[in-house]
């Protein structure tokens, strides 16, 4: 470990080989960190942190700081980081509380700076919050979705995989995967095709999620009557399967069509 003696730490959290802590950097008792993080200058790792290998946490960011939730009662619990995830400037990220017990981060993701993520929050892999997003408490983030800058998310909404969202969105639907969406109030606005291609989708696997979704918001069908023509008319896919089983297990209800 590679610390420097003007940060806190404390002598019982366990610190990972080839750590570096920069001056100032406050690690608490019940801390775990793994091997190759860098803990940058200001940072504050409070107890209930348990950070992956290969993290880098910038200056001024707080990691497992209590919920901000009045039914918290002290309950011991956890704000978990995967690997290879930075958190950068003044990010906050809540432990849980008694309702799921942790708030975890999953591993590739990146926090960019001001962004906030509240207890008992579930973001999975290769996420990306941009600037000064604000996500409430139990909020769940599939795989390789990305929240633009300055989007405020609703307490228990579930974003799905390869998502992109516009910058400044309020967010208080479920946001079924493969989507796009922005516009002001927000709505569906196409697939995310540039996401998809990155990662390696095929063209036949856009066209069939492209129709899928022109069934659902576009022939002027209800969700009941889209899903069972969904059902009918589409051979099982993961990609179909997918999207159906989001609709079907949403339980605030999935973010409306264009107006357009």
């Not at 950068?88 to 999953?106: M, S």
């Not at 390789?144 to 400044?168: N, P």
């Not at 051979?235 to 609709?247: G, P, T, V, W």
Request: with cysteine.
């Amino acid at each position: 470990m590679n610390a420097h003696p003007l940060a806190v730490i404390h002598p019982e959290a366990k610190i990972g080989q080839n750590v570096t802590i920069d001056p100032f950097a406050v690690i608490e008792k019940d801390v775990v960190i793994g091997d190759n993080c860098h803990i940058y200058s200001h940072a504050v790792i409070l107890d209930g942190a348990r950070i992956g290998n290969n993290c880098r946490i910038f200056s001024g960011a707080v990691i497992a700081g209590i919920p901000q939730d009045l039914k918290f009662a002290g309950e011991i619990t956890t704000a978990e980081i995967g690997n290879d995830t930075t958190i950068r400037e003044c990010v906050t990220v809540n432990r849980g509380t008694k309702a799921k017990g942790k708030t975890i981060v999953g591993n590739h993701c990146l926090l960019m700076a001001y962004s906030h993520i509240a207890h008992d929050c579930l973001l999975k892999d290769h996420v990306i919050i941009g600037n000064a997003c604000q996500i409430a408490g139990e909020v769940f983030i599939d795989d390789y979705a990305i929240v633009s800058g300055g989007v405020l998310v609703h307490q228990f909404t579930r974003i799905s995989k390869h998502v992109m969202i516009q910058g400044g969105s309020r967010v208080g639907k479920d946001i079924p995967p493969y989507t796009l969406i922005g516009r002001e109030p927000i709505c569906y606005a196409g697939i995310n095709i540039v996401g998809l291609r990155r990662r390696g989708f095929s063209n036949d696997q856009i066209f069939l999620i492209q129709d899928i979704y022109r069934t659902l918001y576009t022939r002027g069908l209800n969700n009941s009557d889209a899903i069972n023509c969904i059902e009918t008319e589409y051979e099982s896919s993961e990609e179909r399967n997918l999207i159906l089983d989001f609709i079907k297990t949403s339980e605030r209800g999935i973010v409306r069509g264009s107006m357009d």
